[in-house]
């Protein structure tokens, strides 16, 4: 009698992680070095109508596609989240990350505060973070240092960066990107936590907070 074959046990599904953060924080820095230590982890590459910097790849940073494709995959249907940012769009296909999640893969989403909110409402099992500076000054010196921007285009950042803190409240974890190999084991040790979990921020994250959002 041969033996009898039993059906391979379909595999659990994948978390999806949101990372938010103000321009600058580091956000897409820790988000890489987490993949290479995270072997799971898969990062969905989103689709935006902004040009294609010098050091970027079509496919790797960004979908880089023209507003009219945009607002047609935007008709379809074919986004999670979406949102406008400094005059250029931006949105999560949904199709590549159901597909990583229904794989067992963990799906890292690099999204602003307003994509956040609209993943939250769709898929409110989503683990979400914030990644803070530890001052703005620090922000300051960051946004210049990368070279990517005019002056003006740094201070209308900076602006902006006070209001996406002030939704840091509304994400599970909240980071401080200051030495960056701490941060880096903290976002490690959210990724292997257990889903569902919410942390409030601590003393110290609150005064940071209360700086970041009163600061001249």
């Not at 596609?65 to 379809?76: A, G, Q, Y």
């Not at 949904?94 to 597909?99: H, M």
């Not at 602006?159 to 401080?176: L, M, P, T």
Request: net charge negative; with cysteine; proline share 5%.
């Amino acid at each position: 009698m041969s033996p009898t074959k039993r059906a391979k046990a379909p595999a659990a599904e994948g978390v999806l992680f949101i990372v938010s953060a103000p321009s600058g924080a580091g956000k897409t820095s820790l988000v890489n070095a987490l993949l290479e230590h995270e072997q799971n982890m898969v990062v969905c590459v989103s689709h935006t109508t902004r040009e294609m910097r010098p050091n970027e790849q079509n496919g790797v940073n960004y979908h880089f596609v023209d507003t009219s494709t945009f607002e047609r995959m935007l008709s379809e249907n074919a986004f999670f989240e979406h949102a406008e940012v400094f005059g250029n769009f931006y949105g999560t296909a949904k199709s590549a990350v159901q597909q990583d999640l229904a794989a067992g893969r963990n799906v890292v989403l690099e999204i602003d505060w307003q994509g956040a909110a609209q993943i939250r409402r769709v898929f409110p099992q989503a683990v979400s973070i914030f990644i803070l500076p530890p001052s703005l000054a620090t922000l300051r010196g960051r946004l210049h240092s990368r070279g990517q921007d005019e002056p003006p285009v740094i201070e209308a950042r900076l602006a902006q960066a006070r209001g996406d803190i002030s939704h840091c409240k509304e994400f599970d974890y909240v980071v401080v990107n200051d030495e960056f190999d701490a941060a880096l084991q903290e976002m490690r040790a959210i990724a292997r936590a257990t889903p569902g979990c919410r942390a409030q921020p601590s003393a110290v994250v609150q005064s940071l907070l209360d700086e970041l959002l009163t600061a001249d």
